[in-house]
């Protein structure tokens, strides 16, 4: 009998179905109440689980296990161990105590730590999250954990990712208590990640040292046709791309991912997956192993699935939606309206408290997607721009502006609204537009965050998108607390918070180069067009002061995370430059100087026979390629250069601004040339597959 879809989901992870059928009631309970409401794990519990987590992976072919980590790289890591151990008949059992599931050693000197470690100091922990499940990976039980030193100090993101969502939990608690609701445990964040990405066949990919060293392409001219007809997105989905899919979906199925969505994008070669809400913390470890698994799974069709933000210029880049929404352990969604005038009062209320987290914390929400790979996206058509703004629609500013003036709200019920006295219209979910230009939109009853980049790990965005609503909520509920009129405070709180942060609230078209200039202008929003403008806000005052307060960040954290960022950003650059100058000496000015040289060496025969022959087109295309070629030797000059002055700069930031300043700049004039020389030069002498080739390469 044919395996449908529910048969093989979450087969190979070690979920709430798993555990009831494999653990005691006591045990379960127990396990279940660490799960829900952070109760401590009981080592007896502990044991109880291990054995049971081990006997139902052997029974799936495993032989290792592993705690499955995400280190400041911005991928994952793992090192497995053998569940074998001797036995005295000289024979193995098989063994997993609950002291291993819980804690294990791994080595944190070779890890990025910004310091916080040094090569001697090699003792490093990780810790198992019960709240995202274990799951089997080949022939290895993988069991998702935090990383922390032997001092204590977080060197992942999965361990700030949980302290922003326990604080975000504390404070929506209080103002959920002030509205009544005793009942509700847990407030969680939520999160569905739309991911893009591009497939190329292996064949173009290994004839390409850029894409092969850098993820992206560092030279290619635009191909005759591209995205101008509109023709891919939505479109049928070739048999070559189809069959991936398929097989992916089953993939991500068996370990639990609730993979949805998928299609074709704007750009030749770019598609979209898009999976169903999982809690944050398990959305990002499965939007992690979505992205490993793409991998994998593309090298068994003979494709290469490229997760770099820009892969070709001129086309669409690859980002990835954050679709983030906060609701309690009773299914209450809190940024969805309500029927009543206090459900909607607590919905506007939430509402504020995100609003006036993006305009007070802009600078973090544009470093957490800061990459030197995502400054080539932003701004470009297909991403939105680095001013970061909300977008709500029209009806729903209505209200605000309403609120706002105290006046009487013009569309289905015309009265002045003071929150839980009078009326409050019911809000249809989806009145209004979406808007693709906006890095944070309202979409009815969640905000996407439009701004990730394709490869980025979303627990860098919603650690700070968690803590920023944090401590808006901490404030509200510090003032709310101790007034004593609820109601008149509440109102005054929301008009105050509308009033105060009007300035971030834009629904128009955020690619106009006007919206650009009002948004700096006039309105005092923030540009930070790259890495190296924002990472080094990440230790403002008003940022160290929140995190710290909130428990999300130690200040020595967050001291190494600026680093690490920006020393990834330095060395990202370097390599990209460094390949390009390779390829330049290597193969593109020999070819270009080869052509050249044969279409001499042909107007030179040709002449031999007929003397008085003009040749004037190869005449000149061989004065325009001999100009390429000085141009392309300058400018490769030039760019070792700028790679040489980097030499001996010891000052992150300084490094990080030379590289901006300098080097990129010098890149980008080295590819002009280069591009040409392609558009000039005969394909059989262009030593790599151009940009027709590779966009149009998968049937």
């Known amino acids: 009998?044919?395996?449908?879809?529910?048969?093989?989901?979450?087969?190979?992870?070690?979920?709430?179905?798993?555990?009831?059928?494999?653990?005691?009631?006591?045990?379960?309970?127990?396990?279940?109440?660490?799960?829900?409401?952070?109760?401590?794990?009981?080592?007896?519990?502990?044991?109880?689980?291990?054995?049971?987590?081990?006997?139902?992976?052997?029974?799936?072919?495993?032989t290792h296990f592993t705690h499955w980590f995400q280190p400041l790289t911005g991928i994952t890591a793992e090192k497995h161990d053998g569940f074998i151990s001797p036995a005295p008949d000289g024979s193995v059992i098989m063994e997993f105590s609950g002291k291993e599931l819980i804690k294990?050693?791994?080595?944190?000197?070779?890890?990025?730590?910004?310091?916080?470690?040094?090569?001697?100091?090699?003792?490093?922990?990780?810790?198992?999250?019960?709240?995202?499940?274990?799951?089997?990976?080949?022939?290895?039980?993988?069991?998702?954990?935090?990383?922390?030193?032997?001092?204590g100090h977080a060197l992942d993101k999965k361990t700030p990712l949980l302290r922003s969502m326990e604080a975000l939990n504390r404070q929506a608690l209080r103002i959920l208590r002030l509205f009544g609701n005793n009942t509700a445990k847990r407030v969680v964040s939520s999160v569905g990640p739309e991911q893009e990405y591009f497939l190329i066949t292996k064949e173009m990919y290994d004839a390409r040292p850029d894409l092969r060293f850098t993820g992206r392409t560092l030279f290619g001219a635009k191909p005759p046709k591209g995205?101008?007809?509109?023709?891919?997105?939505?479109?049928?989905?070739?048999?070559?791309?189809?069959?991936?899919?398929?097989?992916?979906?089953?993939?991500?199925?068996?370990?639990?991912?609730?993979?949805?969505?998928?299609?074709?994008?704007?750009?030749?070669?770019?598609?979209?997956?898009?999976?169903?809400?999982?809690?944050?913390?398990?959305?990002?470890?499965?939007?992690?192993?979505?992205?490993?698994?793409?991998?994998?799974?593309?090298?068994?069709?003979?494709?290469?699935?490229?997760?770099?933000?820009?892969?070709?210029?001129?086309?669409?880049?690859?980002?990835?939606?954050?679709?983030?929404?906060?609701?309690?352990?009773?299914?209450?969604?809190?940024?969805?309206?309500?029927?009543?005038?206090?459900?909607?009062?607590?919905?506007?209320?939430?509402?504020?408290?995100?609003?006036?987290?993006?305009?007070?914390?802009?600078?973090?929400?544009?470093?957490?997607?800061?990459?030197?790979?995502?400054?080539?996206?932003?701004?470009?058509?297909?991403?939105?721009?680095?001013?970061?703004?909300?977008?709500?629609?029209?009806?729903?500013?209505?209200?605000?502006?309403a609120i706002e003036n105290d006046v009487p709200y013009t569309g289905t019920e015309k009265t002045v609204m003071k929150l839980?006295?009078?009326?409050?219209?019911?809000?249809?979910?989806?009145?209004?537009?979406?808007?693709?230009?906006?890095?944070?939109?309202?979409?009815?009853?969640?905000?996407?965050?439009?701004?990730?980049?394709?490869?980025?790990?979303?627990?860098?965005?919603?650690?700070?998108?968690?803590?920023?609503?944090?401590?808006?909520?901490?404030?509200?509920?510090?003032?709310?607390?101790?007034?004593?009129?609820?109601?008149?405070?509440?109102?005054?709180?929301?008009?105050?918070?509308?009033?105060?942060?009007?300035?971030?609230?834009?629904?128009?078209n955020g690619y106009d180069e006007s919206w650009i200039k009002e948004a700096t202008e006039v309105r005092g929003l923030l540009n930070y067009r790259t890495t190296a403008d924002c990472m080094p806000h990440l230790l403002d005052e008003k940022n160290v002061r929140m995190l710290t307060s909130l428990g999300v960040f130690t200040v020595d954290e967050l001291r190494s995370r600026r680093d690490i960022m920006l020393e990834n950003y330095c060395k990202t650059v370097q390599i990209e430059a460094n390949t390009m100058i390779n390829m330049v000496h290597k193969r593109i000015a020999p070819a270009v100087v080869r052509f050249t040289a044969d279409l001499a060496k042909q107007v030179s025969e040709k002449r031999a026979v007929i003397a008085e022959l003009p040749c004037t087109y190869e005449s000149e295309l061989i004065t325009r390629l001999s100009a390429l070629s000085d141009s392309i030797g300058t400018k490769t000059g030039e760019l070792e250069d700028a790679v040489i002055a980097l030499h001996g700069v010891d000052d992150i930031i300084r490094e990080s601004e030379l590289i901006?300043?300098?080097?990129?700049p010098k890149m980008s004039e080295l590819r002009v040339p280069c591009d040409q020389a392609e558009l000039l030069t005969a394909k059989s002498y262009w030593p790599f597959p151009t940009y027709g080739d590779i966009l149009f390469s998968v049937k």
């Not at 050693?105 to 999250?129: I, K, M, N, Q, V």
């Not at 809000?427 to 693709?436: A, G």
């Open 420 to 508: 839980g006295v009078d009326v409050l219209p019911k809000f249809n979910r989806d009145t209004t537009d979406r808007n693709r230009t906006s890095p944070f939109a309202f979409t009815g009853n969640k905000f996407e965050f439009r701004m990730l980049g394709s490869s980025n790990s979303i627990a860098c965005a919603n650690i700070m998108l968690n803590s920023a609503v944090a401590e808006s909520l901490r404030i509200y509920a510090d003032r709310l607390e101790e007034a004593s009129d609820f109601e008149s405070a509440l109102h005054d709180m929301i008009k105050n918070t509308i009033k105060d942060h009007r300035r971030i609230i834009f629904n128009g």
């Open 660 to 664: 901006r300043d300098t080097v990129l």
């Open 227 to 401: 995205q101008e007809l509109d023709d891919h997105y939505f479109g049928a989905i070739k048999p070559g791309v189809a069959a991936f899919m398929e097989d992916l979906n089953e993939e991500l199925w068996k370990l639990g991912i609730l993979a949805k969505t998928e299609h074709n994008e704007v750009a030749p070669a770019q598609h979209e997956l898009a999976p169903i809400y999982s809690t944050t913390n398990v959305a990002t470890d499965h939007n992690q192993l979505t992205m490993e698994i793409m991998q994998s799974v593309a090298a068994k069709h003979g494709l290469v699935c490229l997760l770099q933000e820009k892969p070709f210029a001129g086309v669409n880049g690859s980002g990835k939606h954050n679709n983030w929404s906060i609701a309690t352990d009773e299914g209450q969604n809190l940024l969805s309206p309500g029927d009543t005038p206090y459900e909607n009062a607590q919905f506007l209320l939430f509402l504020c408290a995100v609003i006036k987290a993006v305009d007070d914390y802009q600078d973090l929400l544009r470093i957490s997607v800061a990459t030197a790979g995502n400054d080539h996206r932003l701004g470009a058509n297909e991403a939105p721009p680095a001013v970061i703004s909300v977008f709500l629609g029209d009806e729903l500013d209505a209200v605000l502006r």
């Open 104 to 151: 294990g050693e791994p080595d944190a000197s070779s890890f990025p730590s910004g310091g916080l470690r040094a090569t001697f100091e090699a003792r490093g922990y990780t810790a198992w999250d019960p709240t995202s499940y274990a799951f089997i990976k080949g022939k290895t039980l993988c069991i998702p954990t935090a990383f922390c030193s032997y001092g």
């Open 1 to 62: 009998m044919k395996t449908t879809v529910s048969d093989t989901f979450g087969t190979l992870v070690f979920d709430d179905r798993v555990m009831r059928a494999n653990l005691s009631a006591k045990v379960y309970a127990s396990l279940r109440k660490t799960i829900d409401e952070g109760k401590e794990l009981d080592i007896g519990v502990a044991n109880a689980v291990a054995e049971a987590m081990k006997n139902w992976a052997v029974s799936k072919g495993a």
